[in-house]
Antibody, heavy 118, light 107 residues
Framework: EVQLLESGGDLVQPGGSLRLSCAAS????????MRWVRQAPGEGLEWVSA????????HYADSVKGRFTISRDNSKNTLYLQMSSLRAEDTAIYYC???????????WGKGTTVTVSS | EIVLTQSPATLSLSPGERATLSCRAS??????LDWYQQKPGQAPRLLIY???NRATGIPARFSGSGSGTDFTLTISSLEPEDFAVFYC?????????FGGGTKVEIK
């Protein structure tokens, strides 16, 4: 079964850092680009970041550029999101998603919750 | 950045009725538009990709149409499990963007 499992969400103070992980199983991880998408409480979906299958190409939303870093360890079938200089507006459920070869996000994890508050 | 505008924000319908959801892009995205369904407390689920192709396991009552800047998601006859929020998303240009969502609620 194709599965994505996020972890690492927590309560963190403004200005703090956090690293999210997404463990993948059931598919050839190193052949698939991956994405992070977030959802603030009561709000819609917002794309955060993307990384190519090999990890050499990354993209970021303007709202997180310079503060978040996406990476992956294909030997561990794991995707990461390193978050720093966190702000209250980063409070959200963070989902990782697998990109199909055609471009759409066909598999999503259940999400991990990040709360930024003092 | 390509802005996706979904309408209406809320659609109040009864089971068995037809639902028509709209997604308009601020510039052409060709057919690089997908639709997702999200139920409360759950992750989004892919419904339609490339504007008109149903994802694996999606019932035939869901259909998508359009290209360029105007897209439509149609649910031919609403089942109780279809009431949810629906998002369109474009992957034609970076940054990837989502529409604000349409909530389909029980009337």
């Amino acid at each position: 079964e194709v599965q994505l499992l996020e972890s690492g969400g927590d309560l963190v103070q403004p200005g703090g850092s956090l690293r999210l992980s997404c463990a993948a199983s059931g598919f050839t991880f190193d052949k698939c680009a991956m994405r992070w998408v977030r959802q603030a409480p009561g709000e819609g979906l917002e794309w955060v970041s993307a990384i190519s299958a090999g990890g050499g190409t990354t993209h970021y939303a303007d709202s997180v550029k310079g503060r978040f870093t996406i990476s992956r360890d294909n030997s561990k079938n794991t995707l990461y999101l390193q978050m720093s200089s966190l702000r209250a507006e980063d409070t959200a459920i963070y989902y990782c998603a697998k990109r199909d070869s055609s471009g759409y996000m066909d598999v999503w994890g259940k999400g991990t919750t990040v709360t930024v508050s003092s | 950045e390509i802005v996706l505008t979904q309408s209406p924000a809320t659609l109040s319908l009864s089971p068995g009725e037809r639902a028509t959801l709209s997604c308009r892009a601020s510039q052409s995205v060709s057919s690089s538009l997908d639709w997702y369904q999200q139920k409360p407390g759950q992750a989004p689920r892919l419904l339609i990709y490339d504007a008109s192709n149903r994802a694996t396991g999606i019932p035939a009552r869901f259909s998508g149409s359009g290209s360029g800047t105007d897209f439509t998601l149609t649910i031919s006859s609403l089942e109780p499990e279809d009431f949810a929020v629906f998002y369109c998303q474009q992957r034609s240009n970076w940054p990837l963007t989502f529409g604000g969502g349409t909530k389909v609620e029980i009337k």
